[in-house]
């Protein structure tokens, strides 16, 4: 039996990537109709604004408000802010180091985090499914990151690429995401393999291992209960549950 893991990471410091990239955005141009004339005006051809101060909410405007001379020292805030954004202690002093290595006066600061995240990320991962036997993906992440629409949207690639699917519910912790796996799995046309709530997630990621081979299925996907990686006993059932499988 060939058994592949992959592990889906990151998903708090991808976040933060697409926090950032976002709160960098532009505003898009757009008409606005004048009520009582009846005019459309293009917002882009009207004449700037007086100067107003750029956003200091969001992470990037929160960095970038820290290096404005508000702080006495940005280095020790920007490590604050990419630890209070759940950034690992680690990670952020490794950040903070590199940016500040590159950093000159008038630099976005920002802009330098985001460039050091992507390359800590580095390219993306092609997802490694064997070509024989069961693959499995056990996906994992922060609360409400995206998990389970993920795996929906997984799971009907997959089978839309000829592919037999099995999905696992070990989040056995939260209301209803058994539920809202099933409408997903059903999307998907997948297979479906749950226990009650409150169950061992190991043990519905074993029962699902056996369930999926038995079927004949190509892929399991398997679901886990979302929570902070800063949380030692839930990151060390994750580690059981990847035994397990
Ligand atoms: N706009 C948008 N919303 C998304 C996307 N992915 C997930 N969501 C929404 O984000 C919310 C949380 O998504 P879930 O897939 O339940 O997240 P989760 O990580 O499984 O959550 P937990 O299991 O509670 O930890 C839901 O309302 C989703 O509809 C996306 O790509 N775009
Ligand atoms: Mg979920």
């Known amino acids: 039996m060939e058994l592949v893991v992959a ?3 990151g998903l708090v410091v991808l976040g933060i990537v697409l926090g950032v990239v976002l709160s960098r955005r532009r505003p898009v141009s757009r008409p606005t109709v004048d009520r009582d004339r009846g ?5 882009a051809k009207t004449p700037p ?35 209070g954004a759940d950034v690992g202690p680690g990670t952020s002093a490794r950040i903070v180091g590199d940016v500040r290595e590159r950093y000159t006066q008038g630099d976005d600061p920002s802009a330098l985090v ?17 070509s024989e036997g069961l693959g ?17 949207k997984l799971a009907a690639r997959l089978t839309g690429q000829g592919r037999r699917v099995s999905i696992a519910n070990s989040d056995t912790f939260r209301a209803a995401a058994s539920e809202q796996l099933e409408v997903w799995a059903g999307r998907a046309d997948a297979h479906l393999v749950r226990q009650t709530r409150g169950a061992d997630p190991g043990a519905v990621a074993f029962d699902a291992v056996q369930a999926a081979q038995a079927r004949g299925s190509d892929v399991l996907i398997v679901d886990t209960a979302g929570r902070l990686h800063t949380k030692q006993p839930l990151m060390e059932e994750l580690k059981k549950v990847r035994r397990v499988i």
Not at 39 to 43: A, K, L, N, R
Not at 59 to 75: C, K, T
């Open 49 to 83: 604004a007086p100067t107003v101060a750029p956003p200091t909410t969001g992470l990037a405007g929160r960095i970038r408000s820290a290096f404005g001379g508000r702080v006495e020292d940005p280095w020790t805030e920007l490590e604050g802010l990419l630890v």
């Open 7 to 9: 592990i889906v990471v």
């Open 136 to 152: 499995v993906v056990l996906v994992v992440g922060v609360n409400g990151a995206g998990k389970t629409t993920t795996i929906g």
């Open 39 to 43: 005019e459309t005006t293009d917002v």
């Open 114 to 130: 985001g460039e050091e995240i992507r390359s800590i990320l580095g390219a993306p991962v092609p997802l490694g499914l064997p």
